[in-house]
């Protein structure tokens, strides 16, 4: 799902080349890169949690998973969004 959503943008820009709907062409390729990249977060934390659950029991399992899963909602969401606050209201 990951791989689809990632490569999407790509296969519909060079269809759509040329049509002079270059913000409609932005809109939908952003959309499906940020949906492959929600899948590609989705699938990273499960491997680590599958890893982590055959290395270790309990609430180190919790932990790892709460940890990685927050690192990719901030790295790859949160800062952009914090950005995009500030420079909207300031």
Partial sequence: MATAFLIAPTAYHRIN?????????IHI???QFLMGLVALALAMNGAVALVTDLIFKGST???????V??????????????RRLRGSSG
């Fill in 17 to 25: 080349f040329e049509q002079h709907e270059k913000p409609r062409l």
């Fill in 29 to 31: 390729g952003n959309r």
């Fill in 61 to 67: 399992l919790v932990v790892t998973v709460a940890i």
């Fill in 69 to 82: 899963g927050s690192l990719f909602v901030w790295l790859w969401f949160g800062l952009g969004l914090v």
